[in-house]
């Protein structure tokens, strides 16, 4: 069996899924269950001291969607996009005193971690929070600096807004952190370009990890009505956002080398593989519990600990950040990786006329003759595209040797605009579209703008 336990800012997480501060954090009760479920650590729900967070929590709106942005009825896919509305916990801060004694106290029994949750009105009230999560014993807190409401509350300052300014975020972590001892962190928001900063200023005030990252706004409308849906603006998410999340968590790995617990757009235990191969410590699940049941947490762990002994990964170190380590530092290591053309074998191609791949090659490198997809090596750039989209596996990338250079095999020209020729028009009468067929079949000729192209 693999090891699942993972050190995450002085602390030892017995398996790197935390559930995030959300609804299901919201309450002593639920807060048991996700201890109970098997998580390592749990985030509690926003503790605050600002009374319009508070309210918009108790008049939340959620609503989940399909691609097309249909309201999903029933049964919720993995490619769920969730777009809600809630603030933070609806519970004063002062009120919780005694339950954040208990509840760290349950999730210690279970060799778990009960981590606090942070926004407050002003830095007077940054510090109150904290010292209060502090004093009742938790061992670490994060500071929420990421949630897209407060930017929609007026009078509110917080969140997001504190999130996208790295001398406010920077000047919140010092305060606090002359008071409190336990661990900072700082949760990110993606809806801005200055993250790495905001990031690395934190660190600098004394933040020991940052959760990357929370939620990003959204519009969602209903084209039936015409109305947007939810009455407006919302946080959105859903595992669409995965790739932007580790986008994120590569950056940070990459550039500032952090503590990260990795968050937004984790459905089940593939996604906490990507974002610790990305380079995540620990991962924080949330919006998949609320539609999926706390009882959904058990799945995640054992599918993590099933993977990786399927893997030959022996703990969570050996998967960590393998793929940000093997990803290019800039795309020029891309170029100068060995050229590739590619090879089509006939006998897969079982269906010779579905043309998926003649369709979306941009390069004029294949087209059909004689019921055949023929390639032209010639105009092949390697781009790996129709290898891709081939229902039947047909494709293969070979790497293009001298000889076939020398045989008139693509080969980028040194000096690209000297050459005087467009390598990506779209010429191909296969890829223009259906009336455009039916136009050539009839004998027809092609509009005049494209005559043009194909006849330079
Ligand atoms: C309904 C809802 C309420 C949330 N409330 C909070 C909150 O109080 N504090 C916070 O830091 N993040 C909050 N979040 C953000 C989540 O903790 C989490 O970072 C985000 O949903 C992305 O993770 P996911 O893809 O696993 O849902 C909330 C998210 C949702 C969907
Ligand atoms: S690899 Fe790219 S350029 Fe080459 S044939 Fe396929 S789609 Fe065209
Ligand atoms: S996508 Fe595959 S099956 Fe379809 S025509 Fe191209 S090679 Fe043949």
Known sequence: MAKLDVEFCGLTFKNPVVVSSIEPTNSPDLLKQCFDAGAAGAVIKTLTDIEDMARLTENSKYCIMNDRGDIIRGKVPRDFVFYSRSGYSSTHYKEWIPHLKECQQYAADRGAHLIGSAGAKDIDGWRDICRTIEDCGLPMVELN????????????????????????????????????????????????????????????????????????????????????????????????????????????????????????????????????????????????????????????????????????????????????????????????????????????????????????????????????VKVHPENCIGCELCYDVCPFKAMSMQPTTAEQFAQGYFQPPESVFETNKFTTRRNNPDSIGKPHLKKKAKGETRSPALQTISEE
């Open 145 to 372: 600096f990421g949630c897209p409401h407060p930017a929609m509350m007026p009078g509110v300052h917080g969140g997001s807004m504190i999130g996208q300014e790295p001398d406010v975020a920077a000047e919140v972590v010092r305060a606090i952190r002359e008071v409190v001892d336990i661990p900072l962190m700082v949760k990110l928001t993606p809806d801005q370009s200055r993250l790495l900063e905001v990031a690395q200023r934190a660190r600098e005030a004394g933040a020991m990890a940052v959760t990357a990252t929370n939620r990003y706004t959204g519009f969602a409308i209903d084209i039936e009505t015409g109305m947007p849906r939810i009455g407006g603006p919302a946080g959105i998410g859903g595992t669409w956002t995965k790739p932007l999340s580790l986008r994120w968590v590569h950056r940070i790995t990459e550039e500032l080398d952090m503590p990260i617990s990795g968050s937004n757009g984790i459905f089940d235990h593939r996604d906490v593989v990507e974002f610790i191969m990305a380079g995540a410590r620990t991962v924080q699940v949330g919006s998949v519990l609320m539609i999926k049941g706390i009882k959904w947490l058990p799945d995640i762990i054992n599918g993590l600990d099933r993977f990786m002994d399927e893997h030959g990964y022996p703990d969570i170190e050996s998967m960590r950040a393998i793929a940000s380590r093997a990803a290019a530092k800039d795309y020029s290591t891309q170029f100068m990786r060995a050229r590739t053309h590619v090879e089509i074998d006939h006998d897969k191609c079982e269906n010779p006329t579905c043309t998926v791949c003649i369709q979306m090659c941009f390069y004029e490198a294949l087209s059909q003759e004689d019921g055949h």
